[in-house]
């Protein structure tokens, strides 16, 4: 699975009053592999270009990671309706040599006037055949985004008539649920998870859902980071859903989320603070990793058939045509305990069920799933597989966790 960061690893500059060393060394790359992070994207170097960049793309191969190049003296708002094939080309001829060459990183969160303009460089891009080896990276506007930004008459015609217009491999877009007050302040997280899902499924690309790593753009920090639960919750809600892909917003600090009145400057946002500071959400994402890493060989080649939602959850419900209403699916025949968000998934003409805590606030959960008869169970919880059997299987979560029940 794509494990990936938004505002990538790059050299030394100073901003604000803040000193930002470099992390383009060893010492970093093994903490991100310890992490388990394989793919970066938006890297200031690459936006200057010069030889940091052949350093980050070594560093990349070496570690048997990636990275979408970003140059912003070719790919921009003003050039992308004029850029050429062979201007493309010989961008990445330049670093066509590293294995851990991803692609271009072109626009983050466009409006319609910008997909309209993007629309035209997709297809000088593809005159190259450098798409046959290379994706693009697009990211879009999460729902709370407002329409007027957008360009649109909705949510869902702007995720269709971006995925139709671009093209794109893969359908990356951004939410941050955790605001001011420490709680839930965007309503409709599983709203926006339903509509990138069904116009994914309808195109039939893959979906990469953002994970928030710290005060995001409020101004207080110690009233809106996300907790370990919370982020616990948010990646897992999103693996229930069926995404192919989790990003970290953001690994570094960016220099604009930098307040010189702000005592908890450092800590404010990101894996990785102004003074290349370890923050709590590093950690975070390593556990989180762990459990990605021992159960994505099966669910990047499962299909989510839909979602159960059983009790309450912090946030509203969906409504949306993936939500099983019967909560039942295949062998499941019912659910109990405490609230649960159920995915359930076609796994090579098998059933299996990554079953999450549905709550940050509930440390120990007590979720049980019945069935309609005796049969065995693989059951990958904290990145550990136990096998199972009986016609009944409880579970112990703790806030936000997840579990995968794959039936033999």
């Given at each position: 699975?794509?494990?990936?960061?938004?505002?990538?690893?790059?050299?030394?500059?100073?901003s604000?009053?803040?000193?930002?060393?470099?992390m383009?060394?060893?010492?970093?790359?093994?903490?991100?592999?310890?992490?388990g992070l394989?793919?970066?994207?938006?890297?200031?170097d690459?936006?200057?270009?010069?030889?940091s960049?052949h350093?980050?793309f070594?560093?990349?191969?070496?570690?048997?990671?990636?990275?979408?190049?970003?140059?912003?003296?070719?790919?921009?708002?003003t050039?992308?309706?004029?850029?050429?094939?062979?201007?493309?080309?010989n961008?990445l001829?330049?670093?066509?040599?590293?294995?851990?060459?991803?692609?271009l990183?072109?626009k983050?969160e466009?409006?319609?006037?910008?997909?309209?303009?993007?629309a035209?460089?997709?297809?000088?891009?593809?005159?190259?055949g450098?798409?046959?080896?290379?994706d693009?990276y697009?990211n879009?506007l999460?729902?709370?985004?407002?329409?007027?930004?957008?360009?649109m008459?909705?949510?869902?015609?702007?995720?269709?008539?971006y995925i139709?217009?671009?093209?794109?491999?893969?359908?990356?877009?951004?939410?941050?649920?955790?605001?001011?007050?420490?709680?839930?302040?965007?309503p409709g997280?599983?709203?926006?998870?339903s509509?990138?899902?069904?116009?994914?499924?309808?195109?039939?690309?893959?979906?990469w859902?953002?994970?928030?790593c710290?005060?995001s753009?409020?101004?207080k920090i110690?009233e809106c980071?996300?907790?370990?639960?919370?982020?616990?919750w948010?990646v897992?809600t999103?693996?229930?859903?069926g995404?192919k892909?989790?990003?970290?917003?953001?690994l570094?600090?960016?220099s604009?989320?930098?307040d010189?009145?702000?005592?908890?400057?450092?800590?404010?946002?990101g894996?990785?603070g102004v003074?290349?500071?370890?923050?709590?959400w590093?950690?975070?994402?390593?556990?989180?990793?762990?459990?990605?890493?021992?159960i994505?060989?099966i669910?990047m080649?499962?299909?989510n058939?839909?979602?159960?939602?059983h009790?309450?959850?912090?946030m509203?419900?969906s409504?949306?045509?993936?939500v099983?209403?019967s909560?039942?699916?295949?062998?499941?025949?019912?659910?109990?305990?405490s609230?649960?968000?159920i995915?359930?998934?076609?796994?090579?003409?098998?059933?299996?069920l990554?079953?999450?805590?549905?709550?940050?606030?509930?440390?120990?959960?007590n979720?049980n799933l019945y069935?309609d008869?005796?049969y065995?169970?693989?059951?990958i919880q904290?990145?550990?597989?136990?096998?199972?059997t009986g016609?009944?299987?409880?579970?112990?979560?703790?806030g936000?966790?997840?579990?995968?029940?794959?039936?033999k």
């Amino acid at each position: 699975m794509p494990i990936g960061t938004f505002y990538g690893p790059s050299t030394g500059y100073v901003s604000n009053a803040y000193q930002f060393e470099t992390m383009i060394s060893e010492k970093y790359f093994d903490l991100f592999a310890d992490c388990g992070l394989n793919f970066f994207t938006y890297s200031l170097d690459a936006a200057t270009a010069g030889n940091s960049i052949h350093d980050m793309f070594s560093l990349c191969d070496q570690y048997g990671m990636g990275m979408f190049l970003m140059d912003s003296g070719v790919i921009s708002d003003t050039t992308a309706a004029t850029v050429t094939a062979g201007t493309l080309e010989n961008l990445l001829k330049e670093y066509q040599g590293y294995s851990s060459l991803l692609g271009l990183h072109v626009k983050d969160e466009p409006n319609k006037d910008a997909i309209d303009v993007y629309a035209d460089f997709v297809q000088t891009y593809q005159q190259t055949g450098y798409d046959e080896y290379y994706d693009l990276y697009f990211n879009l506007l999460p729902i709370y985004g407002t329409l007027m930004n957008m360009g649109m008459e909705n949510y869902e015609e702007y995720v269709n008539y971006y995925i139709e217009q671009l093209n794109v491999e893969f359908v990356s877009w951004d939410f941050y649920p955790f605001g001011a007050g420490g709680g839930v302040n965007h309503p409709g997280y599983f709203e926006n998870l339903s509509i990138i899902k069904h116009y994914s499924d309808l195109h039939q690309v893959p979906y990469w859902a953002f994970i928030q790593c710290g005060a995001s753009f409020e101004s207080k920090i110690s009233e809106c980071v996300p907790n370990e639960e919370q982020f616990i919750w948010n990646v897992n809600t999103n693996l229930a859903y069926g995404v192919k892909g989790i990003q970290y917003f953001t690994l570094t600090q960016p220099s604009f989320f930098l307040d010189e009145n702000d005592p908890e400057g450092a800590t404010r946002e990101g894996m990785f603070g102004v003074h290349n500071n370890i923050n709590q959400w590093y950690y975070y994402a390593k556990k989180a990793n762990k459990q990605i890493k021992a159960i994505d060989h099966i669910l990047m080649h499962a299909n989510n058939e839909g979602v159960i939602f059983h009790g309450n959850s912090p946030m509203e419900k969906s409504t949306g045509e993936e939500v099983i209403v019967s909560g039942t699916f295949r062998q499941l025949t019912g659910v109990s305990g405490s609230d649960a968000l159920i995915g359930c998934f076609d796994y090579m003409g098998g059933t299996a069920l990554y079953v999450v805590n549905n709550s940050y606030t509930e440390k120990d959960a007590n979720i049980n799933l019945y069935f309609d008869g005796i049969y065995g169970y693989d059951v990958i919880q904290r990145g550990v597989s136990a096998f199972v059997t009986g016609n009944a299987l409880s579970l112990r979560l703790d806030g936000g966790e997840g579990a995968l029940v794959v039936l033999k």
